[in-house]
T-cell receptor
């Protein structure tokens, strides 16, 4: 299983753009990169997934370079409510036996 | 449509007691997972079930047993609770692989377990 490495924590201020980078040097050809968000006292929530280049939705953007050995989750103009832990995972979305492996995540603190 | 429901939400056990954590999903998914999350840590996979009638060990299975009762329900049992099992337990279920979204899991709200 491909492992991921993320910064343990990040601080930001309201209104700023936040970029969280994840390394996944051993990503397999069929693997996608998936990000989850976890608020205190809640279960993780899927926010975005991509295979290559750029993916954008209403919550975030995901940038994946051509070699796919890393990815960057971008949160535009964060607010206090974006304070959460963000997890990067790699896995194949068409794999019935896929085990979703979470690392330690990145704890984002947004300050006023 | 409740999604993933876990019971109970909170539980305090004495060392050596047993209990079963319940998880039910109404999403008609084949796969279900149990994770534990210790304070300030990430999630670690305890057991998972790829389909009704099958279960497999995850990263930290020792001290736990599971039962996939039917497609909807996946229970986690602690036979003899230990303080080291104090944690928050999450149940999750991803869409089936055929939908191409097997990495987009839905999580329950968690069971906060304290073993004293």
């Amino acid at each position: 299983l491909a492992k991921t490495t993320q910064p343990i924590s990040m601080d930001s201020y309201e209104g700023q753009e936040v970029n969280i980078t994840c390394s996944h040097n051993n990503i397999a050809t069929n693997d996608y990169i998936t990000w989850y968000q976890q608020f205190p006292s809640q279960g993780p929530r899927f926010i975005i997934q991509g295979y290559k280049t750029k993916v954008t939705n209403e919550v975030a953007s995901l940038f994946i370079p051509a070699d796919r050995k890393s990815s960057t989750l971008s949160l535009p103009r964060v607010s206090l409510s974006d304070t959460a832990v963000y997890y990067c995972l790699v896995g194949a979305p068409d794999n019935a036996g896929n085990m979703l492996t979470f690392g330690g995540g990145t704890r984002l603190m947004v300050k006023p | 449509n409740a999604g993933v429901t876990q019971t109970p939400k909170f539980q305090v056990l004495k060392t050596g007691q047993s209990m079963t954590l319940q998880c039910a999903q109404d999403m008609n998914h084949n796969s279900m997972y149990w994770y534990r999350q210790d304070p300030g840590m990430g999630l670690r996979l305890i057991y998972y079930s790829a389909s009704e009638g099958t279960t497999d060990k995850g990263e930290v299975p020792n001290g736990y047993n599971v039962s996939r009762l039917n497609k909807r329900e996946f229970s986690l049992r602690l036979e003899s609770a230990a303080p080291s099992q104090t944690s928050v337990y999450f149940c999750a279920t991803p869409p089936d692989a055929g939908q191409g979204r097997a990495t987009e899991a839905f999580f329950g709200q968690g069971t906060r377990l304290t073993v004293v």
